[in-house]
């Protein structure tokens, strides 16, 4: 865990925060989707991650989860680069996602989702699995309690044998939160987890991620447009325009910002 | 019954064999790969069993010992997986149709290389493969303890985390990937795991008919298993070995009906020798109405279910 020092130095971010985001960059041809931005995501808070449409802010998370290499800058996580690793590499260390427009693996059972990203925390290979050894068995049962216990937290454990794609959208996107759970992050990535759920369903989610954080000691780095759900979850928060961070800092403050005002709270304000 | 077993016993033994065959293209299909390179490592398990009972362990008279069948069947699980593993790492990299090209692609280039070297025979091929039993049935205490054993080996695959992590594959690779399933070990897993099962076919098949040459285990050999698979149902192992099976037997019942008296001479022609345009047109239809195979799941679930509200 120990960072050279004259990385702490130069860095933006000191080594304590979770996630270091170091002049992250990401060239799409002509295009930059996302330039020069750095922030770093301290442990146990909720980040928040706001911009209009085509900031930055999806292209940031799968820089981050490995989906897409980064043109230039440096990515740390608790306290390692690991810029421009694989995503399943960045998933086994500690990170998970949802994704902004729900992929879950939509033929098979809500239970199987979830026991599919308990992948990196079991170990039973295709010998010691195909065989039925004990040692795979008990890895198994083990597994499958665990899933029915995250479909629990977030209210779908009367559901489990449900095809993924069966379920409304609401449910999918809570689907995909125990989904992301089951890997056992430290780092939660949510993209928009409020889009396409209707009042109550959006209060329940409130609910839902703060249970979540107390319980399982994570910081969780959140995309979302809709605005009371950000200023009444987030810790911190940081608005991308045009691929640029604008402003950073608590909710109340990032609110009075005029540059924000200007690029995001425009018409509200 | 002895009679039927005596009258259909080269077409009963080809089914169980074309069921396993089926069986090594439906676990790369598993984890969402088309990959139709099994007829070329069923050619390379041939051409390692015609060669090894031919000019190594050749027997003078008699029958060829069945043990010696077994260590040739081993041999070519072991040598497939080599090169599975050699083709399958850049090959894998490819996906969805050109993926299936790549592994046309392999079948080729091995057809054309077993015709032009001397140790395959050439064009010739390789002849009077010996026999380890006195009647061809007998091909059974063989063929169906490997169809058992595939089944049993893919239906828990089915419920372990390497099959789960393969299933996860299919149906959204980047979402896989990011949940920590990495999509190239698992892929090539697969395709080696198939290519083990298609090459221990090959060494079987090599003495169940006799004679090896470069006409076994081609595109053609590709086609008639995605048939199998597509027609079957690629979402369980039941699907695949009921394909096998079934449509292996089938030109011959469509022989049977061609030689009733009163058809015209086109279409019992066609019945006699359309097995290929059949398939294709089967594998067309059954894509559009069947994209899972007529066996899937939730067919397998109902009868399940059924039989429980029966009892």
Known sequence: MSVPAARVANGA??????????????????????????FGVRPGEVFGLIGPNGAGKTTLFNLVTGLTTPTGGRLRYQGRDITGLPPHRIAALGIARTFQNVRLFGELSALQNVMIARHVRTTSGLVSGVLGLPSARAEERVTRQRAMALLELVGLADRPDEQGRNFSYGDQRRLEIARAL?????????????????????????????????????TILLIEHHVPLVMDLCDRIAVLNFGQLIA?????????????????????? | MPAFLAAYDFLLVSMVLA??????????????????????????????????????????????????????????????????????????????????????????ILRVVSLNLDVTGGAIGIFGVPQPFASQIQYMWLGLPLLGLCMLFVARLERSRTGRALVAL?????AADAMGVN??????????????????????????????????????????????????GSRTFVGPVVGGLVLTALPEALRGVADVSGLPAWL????????????????????????????????LQRRGRRRADRS
């Open chain 1, 13 to 38: 971010t000191p080594a304590a925060d979770v996630l270091g985001v170091d002049a992250l960059t990401c060239r799409f041809g002509g295009v930059i989707a996302v330039s020069e931005v750095s």
């Open chain 1, 182 to 218: 089951a890997l056992e992050p430290q780092l939660l990535l949510l993209d928009e987890p409020a889009a396409g759920m209707n009042s109550g369903e959006k209060r329940g989610l409130s609910e839902l991620i703060r249970d979540v954080r107390a319980r399982l000691a994570l």
């Open chain 1, 248 to 269: 950073l800092g608590p909710p109340a403050a990032v609110q009075k910002n005029a540059a924000v005002i200007e690029a995001y709270l425009g018409d509200e304000a």
């Open chain 2, 19 to 108: 069921a396993v065959l089926a069986l090594s293209l439906y676990v790369p299909l598993m984890a969402g790969q088309l990959s139709l390179a099994s007829p070329g490592f069923y050619a390379l398990g041939g051409y390692i069993a015609a060669i090894t009972s031919t000019r190594i362990f050749p027997t003078a008279s008699g029958l060829y010992p069945v043990s010696l069948v077994i260590l040739e069947m081993v041999v070519a699980a072991l040598a497939s997986a080599v090169l599975g593993l050699l083709v399958g790492v850049p090959a894998l990299r490819l996906r969805g149709i050109f993926l299936a090209l790549a592994t046309i692609a392999f079948v080729e």
């Open chain 2, 170 to 174: 299919r149906e959204d690779e980047l």
């Open chain 2, 183 to 232: 999509p190239t070990r698992y892929k090539v897993l697969a395709f080696t795991v198939s290519a083990m099962i298609a090459g221990v076919v090959g060494a079987l098949s090599a003495h169940f008919i006799n004679t090896w040459n470069s006409r076994q285990g081609t595109f053609d050999t590709g086609v008639s298993l995605m048939a199998f698979v597509l027609i079957g």
């Open chain 2, 268 to 299: 019992a022609q066609f019945l006699r020798d359309g097995r290929l345009i059949i398939f294709g047109v089967m594998i067309a239809l059954g894509t559009v109405f069947f994209p899972h195979g007529l066996i899937t799941p939730g067919v």
